[in-house]
């Protein structure tokens, strides 16, 4: 396994990140991200839209600079690992999406106050996940062979998913929620959208604020899977960082987007299983054989098409 020059430039990282924070503060202050309503269908839809649409865009305008600077082989080369990287990160994020459902519901978190926690979720899941891209970067950067390690780890994890398919995780048995009532003050009942409430002279946490712990901790395990498989596509930091952020900041819309018809794709794990095995076998095969991306892309699009097919499929008999 080859690792490779990021193509990444260093007036490349800050536009790009300018330009997160500049969504994320229109998101928060402009769009209505401050003020509790219950997010419908079509809005949602409206923002998966421009989130998958901005990743287009900027997919070309790599390609358009990099076909001017460094030739159309790279250029073809970066932005097809771009669009696989963001494939499959898109696609391991519907996973996400049962897990939130999971949550919210196990605490009646109403509908209005659920965008609140899923904004400052995203927040915390950038910060976490460009600490950890870049920590993935140096380590393959300075050895190369943690790419078996991942490879072996995904393997192991695509397996896992295949036997744990049906099995919903019990909530109250989450280290991370017991060691929080166990340390933190926890306030009765809910508080709107306040993560904290004074009481008789005491800060108090309320239910919500472990709604957002466990929200962080789910997509802290999930970057465990995701970060890893995209590592198997392309090694440079510049790809894996920009796919891995688009997804995230359209996860929320995809939340709300799938929230009501998340049972229709209950068989959409299996394929989600099927690809990390596929990614982590080809992590392990690579130094006889090197899959192809465009290879990688197909073979990932048809496992998760093939998977929401049968999913529609069998909700259609059943109703």
């Given at each position: ?38 997010v419908s269908v079509k809005e949602a839809a409206a923002w998966s839209l421009v989130w998958i649409s ?156 472990l709604v957002l712990i466990l929200i962080e901790a789910s997509d802290l395990a999930f970057a465990v ?33 799938l929230a009501d018809v998340a049972d229709r794709f209950h068989l959409l794990k299996y394929g989600l ?47």
């Amino acid at each position: 396994m080859n690792t490779t020059i990021s193509v990444g430039e260093p007036w490349m990282w800050y536009a790009f990140i300018a330009f997160v924070l500049v969504m994320l503060a229109l998101d928060l202050f402009v769009f209505g991200g401050n003020k509790a309503h219950k997010v419908s269908v079509k809005e949602a839809a409206a923002w998966s839209l421009v989130w998958i649409s901005l990743a287009l865009l900027f997919n070309a305008g790599l390609w358009w600079y990099l076909n001017g600077t460094a030739g159309t082989e790279i250029a073809d080369r970066k932005a097809l690992e771009f669009i696989t990287g963001y494939l499959i990160e898109k696609s391991l994020s519907v996973d996400n999406v049962f897990i939130f459902l999971l949550i919210f519901s196990s605490f009646h978190v109403a509908a209005q106050y659920q965008r609140r926690v899923l904004i400052y979720g995203v927040l915390g899941a950038i910060v976490l996940r460009a600490m950890m891209i870049l920590a993935g970067a140096w380590m393959v950067r300075e050895f190369n062979w943690v790419l078996y390690i991942f490879g072996v780890f995904l393997v192991i994890t695509g397996m896992r998913m295949l036997v744990m398919a049906e099995k919903k995780p019990d909530l109250e048995k989450n280290p991370v929620l017991r060691f929080a009532r166990r340390h933190l003050r926890i306030s009765d009942g809910h508080h709107g959208e306040k993560f904290t409430v004074m009481k008789d002279g005491m800060r108090y946490f309320t239910p919500l604020f472990l709604v957002l712990i466990l929200i962080e901790a789910s997509d802290l395990a999930f970057a465990v899977d995701s970060i890893p498989a995209i590592f198997a596509i392309t090694t440079d930091p510049f790809i894996v960082f920009t796919s891995n952020i688009f997804a995230i900041m359209g996860l929320r819309a995809l939340y709300f987007l799938l929230a009501d018809v998340a049972d229709r794709f209950h068989l959409l794990k299996y394929g989600l299983a099927m690809v990390l095995t596929f990614i982590g076998a080809k992590m392990l095969i690579a130094p006889w054989y090197h899959v192809p991306v465009v290879a990688s892309l197909a073979i990932v699009t048809v496992l998760i098409g093939a998977s929401v097919i049968a999913s529609l499929a069998a909700t259609r008999r059943h109703t």
